[in-house]
Structures are given as structure tokens and as C-alpha cells.
């Protein structure tokens, strides 16, 4: 029987080691074999991944294409607890389904061998005029917050799926051991402005949860969905907010596998011809014309222009001199490969200046200068105003 003072010694242990914890929402056996070999803390048996499974959206979840418990249960029965017996996995229960007693159905939950429960699906991902129907009928978000409590007093480990300050109270007072600022289903799509906007929003809406948090020591702070997709973006989220951990469905499960099995079959389909058509794969192999490796360049510094670039790595990497490269590029581009990066990020962080509700400290972090007066000093130089002037007259425009 998994005991609960154990798993939370075990997350605080890694909380302090590593600084955070991961948590895995799957649906698969293959998924939570591979990923608690990778390292996760935590498996989330939700109907959500059980769609996803199946080619389908997370939300079939919240439609009348099955039972949501019963999924939960075949699957994480068959497929979960018999191959991860060493790692928590945890019930996604549907507590507002009519046809079930909380508490006899949660001491199931717990005599089957699993560490706790977690709200889902769950009322806050509704809103509207269906929620307004919902509540009337007494399908309500404090239905959830019941299934949490008697969790607690089971003694099973209680993950808290929460949308605002309102519901984290509640949880807190029910007795959830992990608060979950959750952010919205995982959205998808190339970096960009819109992204990062989305990103910095998410992060204040998890500190104003967390800030209900303070104080409370034994409660782990983590995040869920919404904007994040990569490392980068939880990376962002340990740096401006109290978050202590991260859990995730689709950015485990569906994105890496989109990914992966298109990029596989599209590798076989054009076997002996991606040389020719591949830009950064004749890069890597030392294949490419002078435009490949400057195309290269740009590429790498349009995706990861918030985190440190250094030339010599790109170099490396393309199997060519730094000198050979930097001399390369400014031949190309009419400017030095630090110039070029200096411009792109203060158009970057021009765009970003356009919502209002951004502190320029942020946009300065958003765009990978940790120091605020050398970006003020670095976005005059190119934009011929200070961010503060730059922001006035948009305003005013």
C-alpha cells in the first residue's frame, strides 16, 4: 500500500535536490514506462490521456463518449500499476459522476493499490452558460474539493487541479498536498510573440495562486498546461514564480509523438534525397553552401533567442571554424552574428511592448537579458528611445 508521508518525503527530497518535480498525465503504459525512466515523480492515470491514445482531443473527456472513471480504472489497472509498481500514480476521478459514492468509490481508489486522486476531469475547465447549468444541477467544483477531503482522510496523496485564488483556498482548507495552477488545456504552435505574451500571463496568474500558498511549507506549488510545451517554457515559470514543479499531458504524450513519428516517416519517405532539401541536416553534416550555414544561424537564433547563443556552439555543431563562421556572416548579412542577435531580440522585445500589461523587466527576461539596465542600455542603442518612451508613443499612436 503506498504511503503518503513516504511520496511526499520523496517530492520534498527532490524539490530540494533538483528544485522541482515532475508529474506525468498519461493514458498508456508505454508513456508512464518510458517517462518514469526519465525521470518523472508522479504518473496521472486521466481519462484525457486515454483519448489522446486514440488519436483524439483531451476534451473528449468532458463529452458522453464513456465513462470517465471506468476508463481510468480499466486501463491504470491493467496498464499502469502493473509496470511502474515503484512510482506514485495517482486517480483522475470524475467526482461529479451521480452513480458514484465518494467515499466508498475513493476507498476502492485506495485498496487497488493507488497513491491518491487528482480532480479530474474537472468543472473548472467550463464555463459559461453550460457552467451556470451544471452548478444548477449540483455539479460543482465543490464536488470536487469533497473528493479532495476525503482523500485526506484516507491518507491517499491529493494533487488539486485549481483556476483562481477562490478554488486554491478551498483546496488548501480540504487538505490537497500539491496546488496545481492549472492554465488551460496544452496549446501548440511555433514560438513567437503571441507565445511568450501567453507565457508571462500564465505566470502571473500562478503567482497570485501561490501567494494564497504562503506560509504553507508542507504544500507543493506546481503548474499545469496552458502555453508550456518545452523545457524553455517551465524553465521561465522556475525563474519568475514560486513553482516548484510541473505536470504535464500532451507535451509528454501528443507533441513529442506528433513530432517524432512525423519526423520519422518523413525521414524514411525521403531517404537519399534529404541531403538535398534539408537545410540544417546538411549543416550537421558538413554538407552545406555559405546561404545553408547562414540559414542555420538565423533558424537556431529565431527559436532560441531567450536562452544564451554562443557562436563557437553553432560552429561546432556545423563542423566549421568560429572565425570561419563569424567571418561567413558578416560577409552574408551585412552585420556581425552579435549584432544580428542584439537586433532580432529588441524586435522581439519591440512586439512584446505592445501589450501594456508587460513590466519591461519581464520583457527584458523574455527576450534573455537577466540584466534590465544593459537591455535598457542595448534597446535605446537600436530603437533611439527607452522602452518607457518606445511604449508612450504606442500608446499614443
Known amino acids: 500500500m503506498p504511503d503518503r508521508e513516504k511520496i511526499l518525503k520523496q517530492l520534498h527530497a527532490q524539490i530540494h535536490v533538483n528544485g522541482h518535480i515532475i508529474g506525468v498525465a498519461t493514458g498508456s503504459g508505454m508513456t508512464s514506462k518510458y517517462t518514469v525512466l526519465g525521470g518523472a515523480d508522479l504518473i496521472l492515470a486521466l481519462s484525457a490521456g486515454r483519448f489522446r491514445q486514440m488519436g483524439r482531443s483531451s476534451l473528449c473527456c468532458f463529452l458522453c463518449y464513456g465513462n470517465s472513471n471506468d476508463i481510468v480504472m480499466e486501463f491504470a489497472t491493467r496498464e499502469l500499476l502493473p509496470v ?38 474537472t468543472v473548472g475547465l ?31 496523496l491529493t494533487i488539486a487541479y485549481v483556476f483562481d485564488e477562490e478554488q486554491a483556498k478551498k483546496m488548501l482548507d480540504a487538505g490537497a498536498d500539491i496546488i496545481c495552477a492549472h492554465l488551460g488545456l496544452t496549446t501548440g504552435g511555433l514560438l513567437g510573440p503571441k507565445k511568450v505574451v501567453s507565457l508571462e500571463k500564465s505566470a502571473m496568474l500562478a503567482r497570485r495562486i501561490f501567494d494564497v500558498c504562503k506560509g504553507r511549507t508542507d504544500v507543493i506549488k506546481v503548474v499545469y498546461g496552458g502555453p508550456i510545451k518545452t523545457p524553455i517554457d517551465m524553465q521561465y515559470f522556475y525563474e519568475t514564480t514560486e513553482c516548484q514543479g510541473f505536470i504535464g499531458g500532451s507535451s509528454f504524450e501528443r507533441i513529442p509523438a506528433e513530432k517524432a513519428i512525423l519526423n520519422v516517416t518523413r525521414a524514411y519517405k525521403t531517404s537519399g534525397s534529404l541531403d538535398e532539401d534539408n537545410v540544417v541536416y546538411k549543416v550537421l553534416m558538413g554538407n552545406g553552401r555559405n ?52 537586433r532580432f531580440r529588441m524586435d522581439r522585445a519591440a512586439e512584446f511592448m505592445e501589450d501594456t500589461g508587460i513590466p519591461f523587466v519581464e520583457v527584458a527576461n523574455m527576450v534573455g537579458y537577466t540584466d534590465y539596465a544593459q537591455f535598457c542600455k542595448m534597446f535605446k542603442k537600436y530603437k533611439g528611445v527607452s522602452p518607457t518612451e518606445f511604449r508612450k508613443s504606442n500608446i499614443n499612436t
Open 84 to 121: 511502474i509498481p515503484d512510482t506514485p500514480v495517482i486517480f483522475g476521478i470524475n467526482a461529479s459522476d451521480p452513480a458514484v459514492h465518494l467515499y466508498e468509490y475513493i476507498s476502492k481508489i485506495k485498496a487497488l493499490g493507488f497513491a491518491g486522486i487528482n480532480n479530474f476531469p
Open 291 to 342: 546561404y545553408d550555414y547562414i540559414n542555420y544561424v538565423k533558424q537556431f537564433i529565431q527559436e532560441n533567442y531567450r536562452s544564451q547563443i554562443h557562436l563557437g556552439d553553432l560552429a561546432m555543431a556545423a563542423h566549421i571554424s568560429p572565425s570561419y563562421l563569424s567571418t561567413l556572416f558578416k560577409k552574408e548579412e551585412g552585420r556581425s552574428f552579435s549584432e544580428y542577435l542584439v
Open 126 to 156: 467550463i464555463d459559461g452558460q453550460f457552467r451556470e447549468a451544471l452548478e444548477e444541477e449540483q455539479v460543482t467544483y465543490d464536488r470536487e474539493v469533497e473528493a479532495i477531503r476525503i482523500a485526506r482522510f484516507l491518507d491517499l
